[in-house]
């Protein structure tokens, strides 16, 4: 089982980013996918999460009506598009894979993890 995170990196204040997470070696659609993210000296949280169907999704207060997440069955691919970033955005940034919608912000009863990729919002 892989998840691959792509897409961060260094940005000023107020611009986007796009992350990507690319799945492998699972039944893609078993799972529902999130993006958290982990700051220095912090603890993980979720940031946002997808259904397995693509139907629900849910996006933490912090990140809403700047973040979208989105996935494509069919390329088993999801997707985080950000926009306005703060520098509070700073972190890195993991994709993660968990079987009950319950689970999504407890980060301990995930089934896989990817190695995370970095996001840095900064002038």
């Known amino acids: 089982v892989q998840l691959v995170e792509s897409g961060g990196g260094l940005v000023q204040p107020g611009g986007s980013l796009r992350l990507s997470c690319a799945v492998s070696g699972v039944s893609f659609s078993t799972y529902h996918i999130t993006w958290s993210r982990q700051a220095p000296g912090k603890e993980r949280e979720l940031v946002a999460a997808?259904?397995?169907?693509?139907?629900?999704?849910r996006h933490v207060e912090s990140v809403k009506g700047r973040f979208t997440i989105s996935r494509d069955n069919a390329r088993k691919t999801v997707l985080l598009q950000m926009n306005s970033l703060k520098p509070e955005d700073t972190a890195i940034y993991y994709c993660?894979?968990?079987?009950?919608?319950?689970?999504?912000?407890?980060?301990?009863?995930?089934?896989?993890w990817g190695l995370g990729t970095q996001v840095t919002v900064s002038s």
């Open positions: 997808i259904g397995n169907l693509g139907v629900s999704t």
């Open positions: 993660g894979a968990v079987r009950r919608w319950s689970d999504i912000a407890t980060m301990r009863n995930y089934d896989h």
